[in-house]
């Protein structure tokens, strides 16, 4: 179990590990593989250059247990004249076929989801994410852990 975590890992460094334009990064980690909508879920982070466009990721590790094609959310995003919340679903499964739409091999999947593209942060100043998941059971199962990345958006170059 734990070779094919590893391996899960190692393609998602690969995937989206290459990627080291974000500028924020803060992983949660679930004990158990077990979500508590108890645990809180939070990070602050500093913006230094309003006005750039920023894209907010998140990516979700899950395993075999997770119960459910879907993972409701959600998030809240506050700061400087800023005051971002949405409940949103994520789809894990394709509906019909009931196969994974994440990566990796085995029995551990990752995901990646944009929650804001193109998100201009008005001022500069520190900012607060949180994130708690809305699924009907208070512990959640089969949920590794949840990765929050800011990074700037790429612009094409003919814009």
Same mark, same amino acid.
């Given at each position: 179990?734990?070779?094919?975590?590893?391996?899960?890992?190692?393609?998602?460094?690969?995937?989206?590990?290459?990627?080291?334009?974000?500028?924020?990064?803060?992983?949660?980690?679930?004990?158990?593989?077990?979500?508590?909508?108890?645990?809180?879920?939070?990070?602050?982070?500093?913006?230094?250059?309003?006005?750039?466009?920023?894209?907010?990721?998140?990516?979700?590790?899950?395993?075999?247990?997770?119960?459910?094609?879907?993972?409701?959310?959600?998030?809240?995003?506050?700061?400087?004249?800023?005051?971002?919340?949405?409940? =949103? !679903?994520?789809?894990? &499964?394709?509906? +019909?076929?009931? *196969?994974?739409?994440?990566?990796?091999?085995?029995?551990?999947?990752?995901?990646?989801?944009?929650?804001?593209?193109?998100?201009?942060?008005?001022?500069?100043?520190?900012?607060?994410?949180?994130?708690?998941?809305?699924?009907?059971?208070?512990?959640?199962?089969? =949920? !590794?852990?949840?990765? &929050?990345?800011? +990074?700037?958006? *790429?612009?094409?170059?003919?814009?």
């Amino acid at each position: 179990m734990k070779k094919k975590q590893f391996l899960v890992w190692l393609i998602a460094f690969f995937i989206f590990g290459c990627e080291d334009d974000h500028l924020i990064q803060k992983v949660f980690e679930f004990p158990r593989n077990a979500w508590d909508v108890e645990k809180k879920t939070f990070c602050e982070f500093n913006i230094v250059s309003p006005d750039q466009p920023y894209d907010l990721v998140l990516l979700v590790n899950s395993n075999a247990i997770y119960p459910y094609q879907n993972l409701y959310i959600r998030y809240c995003l506050e700061g400087e004249e800023v005051s971002e919340s949405a409940m =949103i !679903e994520l789809q894990l &499964f394709d509906k +019909k076929t009931g *196969k994974p739409l994440g990566y990796g091999w085995g029995d551990t999947k990752l995901y990646q989801f944009s929650l804001l593209s193109n998100y201009i942060f008005k001022k500069t100043g520190v900012y607060r994410f949180q994130l708690e998941h809305v699924m009907r059971q208070k512990v959640l199962l089969g =949920i !590794e852990r949840v990765v &929050f990345r800011i +990074k700037p958006t *790429k612009l094409n170059k003919n814009q």
